[in-house]
């Protein structure tokens, strides 16, 4: 029976998000007609703007810069109901997000993270400051990590003992970052969710071959507790040591694709949170997903 749930922290990209649209198939040079939107997004973010859609509260950490571009993300999200105490501003650029999407799906995106990287250690003092403060007083569900932030900021985060006494789900950031996953240790609580294309670039960084999906799982599973796999259109799995479970969604035409990967985590992660089970969190949310881009 669904139920409250403590809040969760969620740490890593807050930006803005420019995405432009393309109804006609694109190669490398075309110049087309289309829209461009722009959107607050980062995966932290799209993770805590869902799961608050959801009634989960959120604890949002990141680092904006100092201006009007900054400014207006935090006035939005602070008007969705996330909570920003751990997000920084320092004097430098927000970030930004721009992609290029056509009736394929995402054609080439660059996601400029760099005011986020060059101060993770405001950031981690700030989580720091933060957790000296509530100790004894405040409790959590657990932690997101956006695999966004840089390697030496995870490694330094998972040294902070206070998060070791929760879960802790890891969000893969694209192929280029993919080998941030190794800094998650082995004896954490951690879920991982990633798609089959960054899972298998992941492994075959250490075993230069391909990998079906069981290969997939069972190497993912000598690192992590748990798995969520999705493969666009295809099969969703959920894998953990003594169970792996599947649903796969209805096939549709999205509208767009950015971002679907974060709404299907925080879906998934607040169903279970509210106390769903793992065939109804996987199913419900895949829905929930199906629903936003359509």
Avoid at 141 to 164: A, K, M, Q, R, T
């Amino acid at each position: 029976m669904p139920g409250e749930a403590k809040p969760v922290i969620c740490i890593g990209s807050f930006h803005w998000d420019e995405i432009a649209l393309s109804n006609n198939l694109l190669e490398k040079g075309d110049d087309s007609p289309g829209t461009v939107h722009k959107n607050p997004g980062g995966v932290a973010f799209n993770l805590a703007k869902t799961m608050i859609e959801f009634g989960i509260p959120v604890l949002l950490g990141s680092v904006l810069g100092d201006d009007a571009e900054g400014q207006e993300l935090l006035n939005i999200a602070g008007s969705l109901g996330i909570n920003c105490e751990l997000v920084c501003t320092v004097p430098e650029k927000t970030g930004k997000y721009v992609a290029i999407e056509d009736p394929s799906g995402l054609v080439a995106a660059i996601a400029d993270c760099n005011t986020l990287e060059s101060n993770e250690d405001v950031l981690l003092l700030r989580l720091k400051e933060w957790i000296t403060s509530k100790i004894g007083s405040t409790d959590i569900s657990g932690l997101v990590i956006d695999c966004n932030l840089s390697g030496h900021f995870i490694e330094n985060l998972l040294n902070v003992h206070f998060f070791n006494n929760y879960p802790i789900k890891i969000a893969s950031a694209s192929n280029h970052k993919i080998d941030r996953l190794n800094y998650f240790g082995l004896n954490l609580n951690t879920t991982l969710y990633l798609n089959k294309l960054e899972a298998i670039s992941f492994l075959a960084g250490q075993k230069n071959k391909n990998f079906d999906t069981k290969e997939i799982i069972q190497n993912l599973l000598g690192r992590y507790k748990r798995v969520i796999l999705t493969d666009g259109g295809n099969k969703i799995i959920d894998a953990d040591g003594s169970n792996v479970i599947g649903f796969t969604p209805l096939t549709i035409q999205p509208h767009r694709i950015t971002g679907a990967g974060d709404y299907f985590m925080a879906a998934h992660m607040a169903l279970e949170l509210l106390g769903y089970s793992r065939e109804d969190a996987l199913r419900n949310a895949s829905i929930f997903v199906r629903d936003k881009i359509a």
